[in-house]
């Protein structure tokens, strides 16, 4: 576990897998706080992240490291790619540049994130792992 005043940051043995459950309390100078609700969290293993042959995008590498392309099966302009980490927090917006956008990963931190690709009506979402 690491944490900062605003976050705190759970690096899960890799030989661990079940349920787990997460739960906090604050302290300063002033006392502390009541604990909080169990939060029960799944923890599984994986070394990618399976894509549907079907999908209107392909996203690859994923796993990743520094690129992550997102190729879509139509261009589309005027849309754009919106990624957030797992609590919902948005770290990017990339826009789309046609049928291939790539997004740089310079300075993200490891771990798993969504994007939602955003163009006219249509949207899709998914996940990517960042090593």
Same mark, same amino acid.
């Given at each position: /576990?690491? +944490?900062?005043s605003?976050? +705190?940051?759970?690096?899960? $043995?890799?030989? #661990?897998?079940?349920? +787990?459950?997460?739960? @906090?309390?604050?302290?300063?100078?002033?006392?502390?706080?009541?604990?909080?609700?169990? /939060?029960?969290?799944t923890? %599984?293993?994986?070394?990618?992240? $399976?894509?549907?042959?079907? +999908? %209107? @995008?392909?996203?690859? *590498?994923?796993?990743?490291?520094?690129?992550?392309v #997102?190729q879509?099966?139509? *261009? /589309?302009?005027?849309?754009?790619?919106?990624?957030?980490?797992?609590?919902?927090?948005?770290? %990017?917006? @990339?826009?789309?540049?046609?049928?291939?956008?790539?997004?740089?990963?310079?300075?993200?931190? *490891?771990?798993?994130?969504?994007?939602?690709?955003? %163009?006219?009506?249509?949207?899709? #979402?998914?996940k990517?792992l960042?090593?």
């Amino acid at each position: /576990l690491s +944490a900062d005043s605003t976050q +705190a940051i759970v690096n899960w $043995d890799n030989n #661990f897998k079940g349920q +787990a459950g997460i739960r @906090v309390f604050n302290f300063n100078d002033c006392g502390s706080s009541l604990w909080s609700d169990t /939060l029960h969290i799944t923890v %599984a293993t994986c070394v990618g992240i $399976d894509e549907p042959e079907t +999908a %209107a @995008v392909k996203v690859y *590498p994923n796993p990743a490291s520094e690129v992550v392309v #997102f190729q879509l099966q139509q *261009p /589309l302009h005027n849309g754009s790619i919106m990624i957030s980490d797992i609590t919902g927090r948005q770290v %990017a917006v @990339v826009p789309i540049s046609g049928e291939k956008t790539q997004w740089k990963t310079e300075g993200i931190r *490891p771990g798993m994130y969504l994007y939602k690709i955003s %163009a006219k009506e249509n949207t899709v #979402f998914g996940k990517i792992l960042i090593q």
